[in-house]
């Protein structure tokens, strides 16, 4: 229920490990969903405040809580200043209505992650491409993979899916890597933050790599005005009104721009020097 919307955001309750809890401004929605019972840990993707951002928070109404991250992301939790920074020049006046409290995570709580661990009932695995800090979780019992961002956006009950791209952090070959890592796993299920649990699994893996893909392109052969009329046009045509609103707020299309914009800057960079 992000901004009063419904399939937009949504935290994962996996035998008391909590994926991906949301920003603050949801808090209190998955604290009454949880009917009294006491989370052990979160398990986050990534520290995006739509999937992280209530983090702090909830270290402050549960005195025992874990909070497992990758290494590259723990630093921002414990001292939030520059992940509110940089959030901030994205979303402006609008950081408040959005995301609410960027409380600082205790460092004795956060238990850092590089892939390759078993935690939780979860096997990780380190799954770059939307985010350099990025993990998904395997849940050993149910053969569910948790994948934050990187299996992409999809609103139900649509299969329309559109690959997230804001910056800083998006590299579109390690993307793809990351994708074939979750393939491998075989999964059973794709648990996505945006939006809910979907089974068919090569399908999905295959409409976030050919979104990837052709956004990319777009964004290499045009500006920002002509990817987000191609944006606008794609998800409409393919579901409807409040669905296109839905998409707009999980991948808002001048970030998914500026995102790939900011990819192919460095690949050039990288490529003249």
Known sequence: MHLGRDRVICAYDVAGAIVDPGPSTTVETLVDALEGMEPRALMLTHIHLDHAGAAGTLCGHFPGLLVYVHENGAPHLT???????????LYGDDMERLWGEVAPVPEERIRPLVGGEEVEGFKVTYTPGHASHHVSYLHVDSGDVYVGDTAGVRIPPYEHTVAPTPPPDIDVEAWLDSLEKIARWNPLGLCLTHFGRVTDVQDQLHRVRASLLEHADIARRGG???????????VRDATDGEAAERFAQAVPPDQAFQ???????????AVSS
Do not use: N, T
């Not at 005005?225 to 046009?233: L, N, P």
């Open 79 to 89: 001292d939030p200043g520059k992940l509110i920074e940089s959030a901030e020049r």
């Open 259 to 269: 995102g790939l914009e900011r990819y192919w800057r460095k690949r050039a960079a």
């Open 224 to 234: 920002e005005e002509d990817f987000v009329r191609a944006f606008d046009r794609e």
